[in-house]
């Protein structure tokens, strides 16, 4: 292969962080949107809202985190305060919250009950936090907001356990005073490390980056190693090796997230209880978005009783069901894999069938394509491939082949016949295809930043 450019050898250097690690193992989470605005039908709160209106007379954050479960999460963000300033707990720095509510007589706290439940149900926690407030009167006034904004971030993250993740919107409005407000990120950022070092950053954070989108959708080549400084969530590549090449500064670990809501809004409204995403299109939005190198966070808004509605009930545990159904025997287990190279003897292409993640193949310095051959010892009807990179190494594959050998007795000689390619592969790469009889799979790496690594392959 080609001398590699020194901003591509740069690139292959670029490796997450601890946190940034385990972060890629939750895979699939949820949102819950709920606040004031479920009760006044709203999606963004005007900050004057009357907390009595607030009282969910049947909050069962328990039915949530079961339910959530049951759809494959593994874990739950909740928004502890939305742009309306109105606090899901009784923080001590504002009146505005639901301390000054009838439910539970102004002694209730949803942000501990969902702490709780999620404990309960072996999901991790995070927790939403606009910066953006509506209602508190030193919004836009800088530093005072700031300090303020910090006190109440404090709460969050001494008050409740461990948090898997922070998340920052990026709306930035005009406050009652019809000012801006100039955040103070590194402030907010040091504070979560300080109180909560495992816990990733996300969207507005150096952690996670938002993928553009609130439809679901993610880059058919999703990278991980991006420039630190990017034109626009929404430029469309943003890490192939042309724009690296085109990008200047630091280059980062900034994975991508996809933040879709299973209804048309944020909030819960009635009226959107038949717009409900159906199966189907949840599925989707899974395999695109978990199988293509990014997370998944979909929000589910509890009603005005403080429950999730029925219909998504009903939607996310057929999809709970419906993807163990899909994963559920993985023909892989216990196959065979060859390998055109390899780094060593602890790194041949048998290392990826292995499970866990310090088991992996790495092909060493490649000179040429790298090839490596799934033998399942037996033709099998299969339509889902998955392939993953040992990214604790870096994103190293930037292009591949995948082929299926059309001689599926094993028998005599291979044809084969290409059945994917593409660029990335990353954290997870799912690949869903019309289901075929196979034996043998052939995963060409074209090209690649200096070596590659294969730490799964799995056939379903
Ligand atoms: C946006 C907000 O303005 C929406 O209300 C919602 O919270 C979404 C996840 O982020 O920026």
């Not at 943003?238 to 990008?247: E, I, Q, T, Y």
Request: proline fraction near 5%; include cysteine; charge should be negative.
């Amino acid at each position: 292969m080609p001398k590699l450019p020194p901003r591509i050898l740069e690139a292959a250097q670029v490796v997450p962080s601890a946190r940034q690690l385990a972060w890629q193992e939750i895979e699939f989470y949820g949102f819950v949107h709920f606040g004031i605005n479920t009760f006044t039908n709203q999606e963004w709160g005007a900050g004057s809202e009357n907390p009595a209106l607030f009282n969910p007379k049947k909050l069962d954050c328990r039915q949530w985190a079961r339910v959530f479960k049951a759809a494959g999460m593994r874990g739950m963000v909740l928004t502890a305060k939305h742009h309306d300033g109105f606090c899901l707990w009784p923080s001590e720095f504002t009146g505005h919250s639901v301390a000054s509510s009838p439910w539970k007589e102004g002694r209730g706290d949803v942000v501990r009950e969902a702490a709780e439940a999620c404990k309960a149900y072996g999901l991790k926690f995070g927790l939403y936090l606009s910066p953006w407030d509506r209602h508190e009167m030193t919004y836009g006034t800088g530093e005072a907001y700031n300090a303020f904004y910090k006190r109440q971030l404090r709460e969050l993250l001494t008050n409740y356990g461990e948090l898997f993740c922070v998340w920052f919107d990026g709306a930035c409005g005009e406050g009652k005073n019809g000012r801006k407000q100039e955040y103070d990120w590194q402030g907010y950022y040091d504070l979560i490390r300080e109180l909560q070092p495992n816990a990733v950053i996300s969207i507005c954070g150096p952690d996670v980056r938002w993928v553009g989108n609130e439809a679901g959708v993610c880059r058919s080549s999703e990278w991980s190693v991006v420039p630190e400084k990017i034109a626009s969530a929404t430029t469309p590549d943003l890490g192939s090796r042309k724009a690296l090449m085109k990008s200047k500064g630091k280059l980062v670990w900034h994975p991508a997230e996809v933040d879709v809501s299973i209804r048309p809004g944020w909030f819960y409204h009635e009226k959107e209880d038949y717009a409900v995403k159906p199966l189907a299109k949840l599925r989707d939005i899974y395999y695109k978005s978990v199988g293509g190198n990014a997370a998944l966070l979909l929000n589910v808004p509890p009603t005005p009783e403080g429950l999730i509605s029925q219909r998504d009930v009903e939607t996310l545990i057929s999809l709970g069901a419906q993807l163990q159904i899909d994963f559920k025997e993985n023909l892989a287990e216990g196959s065979a894999v060859t390998d055109t190279c390899r780094l060593d003897d602890a790194h041949t292409g048998q290392m990826a069938l292995e499970p866990g993640g310090d088991t992996y193949w790495h092909s060493g310095p490649l000179e040429k394509p790298a090839e490596l051959v799934l033998d399942l010892g037996d033709d099998y009807d299969i339509d889902k491939l998955v392939l993953k990179e040992h990214i604790a190494t870096g994103q190293q594959i930037e292009k591949f082949t995948l082929y299926v050998d059309k001689n599926c007795t094993g028998e005599g000689k291979s044809q084969w016949k290409e059945l994917a390619k593409g660029t990335v592969i990353g954290h997870k790469r799912i690949f869903k295809f019309t289901e075929q009889r196979m034996r043998r799979v052939k995963l060409v790496i074209e090209q690649a930043r200096g070596f590659a690594t294969l730490e799964a392959w799995e056939a379903y």
